[in-house]
């Protein structure tokens, strides 16, 4: 009978993550489900997270580097400058709209006041990382940096206007019922709306 290697922290959050990935009610997972379908006993995980929270609040940051690898990537492929904020906006929606669990958990899921410090960490992380993106691309555009007051600002808000515009298209609430009408619509204003606003300073 074959020996089974010991289930890793890294292990738990990847297969807690590929539960959520396209599921309507995060806090429907539990610690067992997640359990059986690694093939161990649920108190194996507790070697690692003290519940089902403290793993949310793992997966959390691991789903945000997730999504920001494959916004990256697709802003990294565009070669033309002009093109790359359209590349940008459209890899958002996308990679939100083709893994909607992930973002209920990052956007719309509550997982609790305590707010642990590396998620904090996290979170600066990715919002830096988007800021830096959106920033290379302007410079490209206009030949010279944002400034950063401005380019925080217009990033957070164009950033709650795709949240929310996602939230409603995937709550059914939405105005434009096709996919690709609506990433179309969501994307051009995305763009029309951060051109305007950094040009403004």
Same mark, same amino acid.
């Given at each position: 009978?074959?020996?089974?290697?010991?289930?890793?922290?890294?292990?738990?959050?990847?297969? /807690?993550? +590929?539960?959520?990935?396209?599921?309507?009610?995060?806090?429907?997972?539990?610690?067992? +489900?997640?359990?059986?379908?690694?093939?161990?006993?649920?108190?194996?995980?507790?070697?690692? =997270?003290?519940?089902? /929270?403290?793993?949310?609040? +793992?997966?959390?940051? /691991?789903?945000?580097?997730?999504? !920001?690898?494959?916004?990256?990537?697709?802003?990294?492929?565009?070669?033309?400058?002009?093109?790359?904020?359209?590349?940008?906006?459209?890899?958002? *929606?996308?990679?939100?709209?083709?893994? /909607?669990?992930?973002?209920? !958990?990052?956007?719309?899921?509550?997982?609790? +006041?305590?707010?642990?410090?590396?998620?904090?960490?996290?979170?600066?992380?990715?919002?830096?990382?988007?800021?830096?993106?959106?920033?290379?691309?302007?410079?490209?555009?206009?030949?010279?940096?944002?400034?950063?007051?401005?380019?925080?600002?217009?990033?957070? =808000?164009?950033?709650?206007?795709?949240?929310?515009?996602?939230?409603?298209?995937?709550?059914?609430?939405?105005?434009?019922?096709?996919?690709?009408?609506?990433?179309?619509? *969501? *994307?051009?204003?995305?763009?029309?709306?951060?051109?305007?606003? !950094?040009?403004?300073?």
């Amino acid at each position: 009978m074959a020996i089974r290697k010991p289930i890793t922290k890294e292990q738990i959050i990847n297969r /807690t993550l +590929e539960l959520l990935q396209n599921r309507r009610d995060v806090q429907n997972l539990n610690m067992r +489900e997640i359990a059986r379908d690694l093939g161990c006993a649920h108190t194996n995980l507790y070697n690692y =997270f003290s519940s089902y /929270t403290e793993l949310l609040w +793992e997966a959390h940051a /691991t789903c945000m580097e997730k999504m !920001l690898e494959q916004i990256c990537m697709a802003v990294h492929t565009t070669l033309a400058p002009e093109c790359k904020l359209q590349a940008f906006f459209n890899a958002v *929606v996308r990679v939100y709209l083709e893994n /909607t669990g992930w973002f209920r !958990l990052v956007w719309l899921e509550y997982l609790g +006041e305590q707010q642990p410090e590396s998620n904090m960490l996290a979170v600066a992380a990715a919002r830096g990382q988007m800021n830096g993106m959106v920033a290379q691309i302007w410079q490209g555009l206009s030949g010279r940096p944002p400034v950063a007051t401005k380019l925080e600002e217009t990033v957070h =808000f164009v950033h709650c206007y795709i949240v929310g515009e996602i939230s409603n298209y995937i709550s059914g609430r939405r105005l434009i019922k096709e996919e690709e009408e609506f990433c179309h619509s *969501v *994307v051009r204003q995305a763009v029309q709306s951060t051109m305007l606003l !950094l040009k403004e300073e």
